[in-house]
């Protein structure tokens, strides 16, 4: 064993001795093959942390864009969902051969942990394989070729991939994000086959990555590499991830092991946080409102990828302090099933007690927006600023236009940004935005009107399924006649319903709608007669999704992709995606399946 940390590492606390797997020299297990295919050398290289790179709470981007209509809608989801199955694509050809369960290398205080295991199963590895060479340039042999893939593509100066990386790196291996003395440090748990090779490969990388012991630590074990960034200590670090790991590992901590011990099956790809260590560390750093994130997130996450018969699935889970408030509906799927096949669909169920939800949302928006009182407060709710001036407002039109033809440059775009946000703030000199503080002039309605209004529909929404779908059209034209709407409520008031949507819009429901007793719909001559039921991926995707389900959404991809072409350049193989929330004994839960085509 060798290691920068001043404390080697004990190796002899929790796991029974050969618990990691054979010696030295005994025989290892070889990579998936697909039968009479020749293997190919390859090998991997351990991912790169840079110094400081982690940011534990995601700041969504900032700034103002223009909607393209289903278009963008679209592309937004497939991002998301593509995430864990691309993401996985990449992280995939990091691995290589057999090791050990990282999890038992992370101390138990890590506030998140990945895993990525391209061999997991006999099941899962020809799947992945299969899948993948749908796409093009994806078209592995085997595990080493797809490793070599990445040798080829990526490198570093004064590093030989062959020697330096691919001699001794295995293919299970782990990430997690840990704290200690006040710091965050990247912890890495590489499988390595030879450590001979895996010390001397180390060592290359950090002299020509050009960094020292104290922002990468390393400790090579018989069969896995650990390693330490941050962007100082790092080798103190190292030794007290070593400590805490032999005496408490992260495998053996009640909450990841009730977390993990729920993902059904073998996985490629297992994610885990700890939402409580998330909200201290946001503490910690400052800038977040932790008494709203504490609200909204507790206990643990963990999701997990695999690869199914018709594509990818990843499966999430909340294990919360609290019940998930958006309970979910035992017919919701079902009903959705029923609709008529949609490009574009979705079911939501609206819980029994959403006017309990919505009042705290309400009181939130009323100390945002009104500073915690009544609109007419003499105290202003808003900073004060300048509407436009009439000059301004002709030179933000203008830049409006350039702007929607992706002609400004960076300093116009930011110059359209700044006149955007004052113009929706406060107006024009001429027709100024009034939030109630010259005295008590109000515009518009006040915070108890709009609570009075929202608390009537929710009061006749409790209970309610919610459904929609629409077709894609290619020429950009929105048709109302390709649309399905409707609104199951639980008891027989559509009436009344009826009349506060006409009496809130200020003119009559527009005519094809439908009111029965309990419910109001709208059926487009264009709609499919055909129902989502008669398609074998929904039927699949229904199969497993939650069994009391809160939302679910179905994008067909195939027909996303015929009707705007350009935008779906190199995604061929894709089928479609399905997406399913609900909730399973008070924890939120969920599953997302990515169609390929056959």
């Known amino acids: 064993m060798s290691s920068d940390s001043p404390q080697p590492y004990s190796g002899n606390a929790y796991q029974p001795p050969g618990a990691y797997g054979p010696p030295q020299g005994a025989y290892q297990p070889q990579p998936y093959v697909e039968q009479g295919v020749p293997q190919q050398p390859g090998g991997g290289q351990p991912p790169y942390v840079p110094p400081g790179a982690y940011t534990p709470v995601p700041v969504p981007p900032s700034g103002a864009g223009r909607g393209r209509g289903p278009k963008i809608a679209v592309a937004a989801i497939l991002s998301v969902v593509l995430l ?58 085997d595990t080493d070729d797809m490793t070599a893939d990445l040798l080829e593509e990526s490198g570093l100066e004064g590093v030989d991939a062959e020697d330096d990386v691919a001699s001794w790196l295995g293919n299970r291996h782990g990430m997690a994000m840990w704290s200690h003395d006040d710091q965050q440090y990247a912890v890495i748990s590489l499988a390595s086959t030879d450590a001979n090779a895996a ?83 946001a503490e910690l750093t400052g800038g977040t409102d932790t008494a709203m994130l504490s609200e909204l997130y507790s206990g643990q996450m963990i999701a997990g990828l695999s690869a199914f018969d018709d594509g990818f699935e990843l499966n999430y889970r909340l294990f919360g302090d609290q019940d998930d408030p958006w309970t979910g509906s035992s017919d919701l799927v079902s009903a959705m099933a029923d609709m008529p096949a949609g490009d574009l669909a979705m079911a939501a169920y609206i819980p029994e007690d959403i006017g309990d939800l919505v009042a705290d949302w309400l009181g939130i928006a009323e100390e945002y927006f009104y500073g915690g009182g009544s609109a007419t407060s003499t ?118 319903l009826q009349e506060l949507l006409e009496t809130t819009a200020g003119e009559e429901l527009p005519e094809g709608y439908e009111v029965t007793d309990n419910g109001i719909s709208f059926t487009g001559s264009e709609v499919a007669a055909e129902s989502l039921a008669d398609d074998a991926r929904f039927q699949s995707f229904a199969d497993v999704a939650p ?31 399905a997406w399913a929330h609900g909730s399973d004994g008070g924890d939120g839960t969920g599953v997302i399946r990515l169609y390929l085509k056959d």
């Open 379 to 496: 105290e202003p709710a808003m900073p004060l600023g300048e509407p436009l001036t009439d000059a301004e407002y002709a030179e933000y039109l203008e830049l409006e236009d350039q702007y929607l033809a992706g002609t400004l440059d960076a300093a116009g775009e930011e110059r359209y940004f700044e006149l955007e946000s004052r113009y929706w703030m406060y107006g024009t000199e001429d027709e100024p935005v009034d939030y109630g503080q010259d005295g008590d002039i109000v515009y518009g309605p006040d915070f108890e009107e709009i609570e009075s209004t929202v608390n009537q529909f929710t009061d006749l929404l409790a209970g309610a399924n919610l459904s929609g779908a629409m077709t894609f059209s290619a020429d950009d034209e929105f048709s109302e006649e390709s649309v399905y709407l409707a609104v199951e409520l639980a008891d027989d008031r559509a009436a009344e």
């Open 199 to 281: 010390e001397d490969g180390l060592a290359q990388l950090r002299a020509a990555a050009g960094i020292g012991a104290d922002q990468l630590a390393y400790a090579v074990e018989d069969d896995h590499v650990l390693l330490v960034a941050g962007e100082s200590g790092a080798a103190e670090a190292l030794a007290a991830a070593e400590s805490e790991a032999g005496s408490e590992p992260l495998a053996a901590s009640d909450a990841y092991d009730e977390a993990r011990s729920w993902l059904d099956g073998d996985q490629l790809v297992t994610y885990w946080v700890d939402m409580d260590a998330i909200v201290d560390l």
């Open 547 to 577: 069994s009391e389900t809160a939302l679910a959404l179905w994008v067909d991809l195939e027909a996303a992709a015929a009707a705007y072409p350009d935008d779906f350049e190199g995604a061929e193989p894709l089928s479609a995606v």
């Open 84 to 141: 864990a199955a691309i993401g996985a694509v990449v992280l995939f050809k990091f691995v290589l051969k057999g090791g050990p369960d990282p999890a038992e290398s992370f101390p138990a205080s890590a506030s998140m942990y990945m895993e990525i295991n391209l061999d997991p199963s006999f099941d899962q590895t020809p799947k992945l394989l299969e899948h993948l060479s749908k796409f093009e340039d994806l078209d592995y042999a």
